[in-house]
């Protein structure tokens, strides 16, 4: 068996693993990181960038769309446009290779070792890692181990995977376009998707079991994204189970809350109702960790319960975010080069690709009364943006909630198109510990959709210009 040894031993290379190993390198631990599937983990190859990808071709089809029928409002008009899957599929492959490719790259920059194959556990310093090639195993020695082997979707046991009954990874990469389309679970991944399927021309349909899409959102950010699947026509059914295929396979069995029974035709179903850690065929029981549910758990340092052993990314539960996977792994670099350091972020920014977008950073007003603070809000819709209204995108808001006897933030919301690319600005406002008055008094550029930031903090405070 092949022997090597290192420093710091990182047993994934998704972006929880990738940064930890990079970070490692830079500070000059000699790191190895092993990876059984392509560098960039989850995320790079099976999740954020290539549903991105299509969410964007899907959007640029449906405008394109748009142009070509009588409904067009800018003049543009192109004739008889049509969408080839298989191409689009190859060009989002493109760019999935470029960016795992680019990962390799910063490792090797780094000075990261980095092994091939699955690694699992002999003891709590050592693991044996199969190689593809089906050469000899490696027993890799470590003094610091970094687990960041992610997670998976999650099956149901009525509708497991297989035959029509798919999971997100396979949705990423369908070359033909399924006319019927059946989504189970209206989270995330069930939003993303099911929108930008329906943008290529499927009908889709999303199976929500809780009473709203969404459930973790509160219905004020969710009502617009409601109401743009109904003009995209897509069948939203909530308070609804998926109880398992219909015996000739040609649809999937629905459970309503009144406990009637019924089938949906389906040519494919996508199941995407949460992600699991993953914790099994990697020696987990070996190490013995302590838990939380499913995940492992980590202190403030993503220390688990093993001296010299700690965890991060979707390992360690919710939130399931890249981001978060990547500030952890960084962290615990640091931590391991003999840094300072603990998780104190005030606050990890969800986004939602939905049409129109959601971000939600730090505590929505509801929240923050629960925890006990006396609020004031401020609110700007999209419709009172002069920008907004010269890109034809109008629907949604920005809502600042803040502490009403010091005006410090708590948290800002939004809904809009490309509001993705604020949730910096909100995320910094958190951070910085800002008053509604640090906000109202930044200037903020004309015409842009971010002056909708400016004007929510200023109308929290009853000074609002534009409305
Ligand atoms: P992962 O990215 O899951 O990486 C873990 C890696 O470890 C994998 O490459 C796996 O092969 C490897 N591995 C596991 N066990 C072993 C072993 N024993 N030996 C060797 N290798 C091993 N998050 C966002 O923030 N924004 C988004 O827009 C977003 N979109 C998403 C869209 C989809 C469709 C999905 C599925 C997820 C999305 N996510 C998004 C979530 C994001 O992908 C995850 O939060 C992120 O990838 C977690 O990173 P990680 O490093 O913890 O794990
Ligand atoms: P999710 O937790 O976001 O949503 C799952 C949904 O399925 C929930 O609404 C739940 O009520 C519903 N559900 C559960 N069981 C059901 C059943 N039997 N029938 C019908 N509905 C059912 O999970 P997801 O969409 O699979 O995404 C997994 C994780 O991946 C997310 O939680 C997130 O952490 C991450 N992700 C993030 C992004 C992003 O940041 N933009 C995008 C995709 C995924």
């Known amino acids: 068996m092949n022997q090597l040894s290192c420093t710091v031993l990182v047993v994934g290379a998704g972006p929880g693993g990738y940064t930890a190993a990079i970070r490692s390198g830079q500070l000059g631990l000699k790191t190895i990181v092993v990876e059984n599937a392509k560098a960039g983990g989850t995320c790079l190859n099976i999740g954020c960038i290539p549903s991105k990808a299509l969410i964007h071709a899907a959007d640029l089809y449906s405008k394109v769309l748009e142009s070509a029928s009588e409904k067009t409002k800018f003049g543009i008009h192109s004739e008889n446009p049509r969408i080839e899957l298989a191409e689009t599929i190859r060009w989002k492959d493109q760019i999935v290779h470029r960016l795992s490719s680019g990962i390799e ?5 780094a000075g990261v070792q980095r092994v091939q194959g699955w690694a699992r556990f002999i003891d709590g310093k050592t693991v044996v890692v199969e190689t593809p090639d089906s050469g000899p195993p490696m027993e890799i020695r470590a003094e610091y181990i970094i687990l960041a082997t992610g997670s998976r979707p999650v099956e149901l046991r009525d509708l497991p995977f297989g035959g029509k009954v798919i999971s997100s990874t396979e949705a990423l990469s369908l070359t033909s376009l399924p006319e019927k389309l059946v989504v189970v679970g209206g989270g995330y991944i069930g939003l993303e ?3 930008a399927y329906q943008k290529f021309g499927s009908k889709v349909t999303i199976v929500e079991a809780t009473d709203q899409i969404l459930p973790n959102f509160d219905a004020e950010l969710v009502r617009p994204i409601s109401r743009r699947l109904k003009q995209l026509g897509v069948t939203v059914l ?10 000739d396979s040609k649809g999937v069995m629905i459970k309503t809350a009144d406990n009637s029974i019924s089938e949906l035709p389906a040519d494919q179903v996508v199941v995407t109702v949460g992600r699991a850690p993953v914790v099994d065929g990697w020696g987990l029981e070996e190490l013995d960790l302590d838990r939380n549910g499913s995940a492992v758990s980590v202190d403030s340092g993503c220390r688990t319960s093993m001296a010299g052993v700690f965890a991060v990314g979707d390992l360690t539960g919710e939130p399931m975010l890249a981001h978060r996977a990547m500030a952890q792994g960084s962290l615990v670099a640091e931590i391991i080069a003999g840094k300072r350091r603990r998780w104190d972020k005030v606050a990890i920014p969800a986004v939602v690709y939905s049409d129109p977008e959601i971000v939600t950073v730090g505590l929505s007003p509801d929240q923050a009364r629960q925890e006990g603070f006396e609020v004031i809000e401020g609110r700007f819709p999209y419709s009172a943006s002069g920008r907004a209204l010269t ?5 949604g808001f920005i809502r600042v909630v803040a502490r009403a006897d010091n005006h410090l933030v708590l948290g800002i919301q939004g809904v809009g198109a490309d509001i993705s690319e604020l949730s910096s600005a909100f995320t910094l406002a958190l951070e910085m510990a800002a008053r509604l008055e640090d906000i109202g008094e930044t200037i903020h550029a004309h015409p ?3 002056e ?7 109308h929290a405070l009853g000074m609002a210009i534009h409305i």
């Open 105 to 109: 790259g910063l490792l090797e920059k």
């Open 193 to 195: 998707l099911g929108s």
């Open 238 to 247: 909530t308070g609804a189970m998926a109880i398992g295929m219909a015996e």
């Open 391 to 395: 890109m034809s995108d109008t629907d």
């Open 448 to 450: 842009t959709r971010s």
């Open 452 to 458: 909708a930031l400016q004007e929510a903090s200023l």
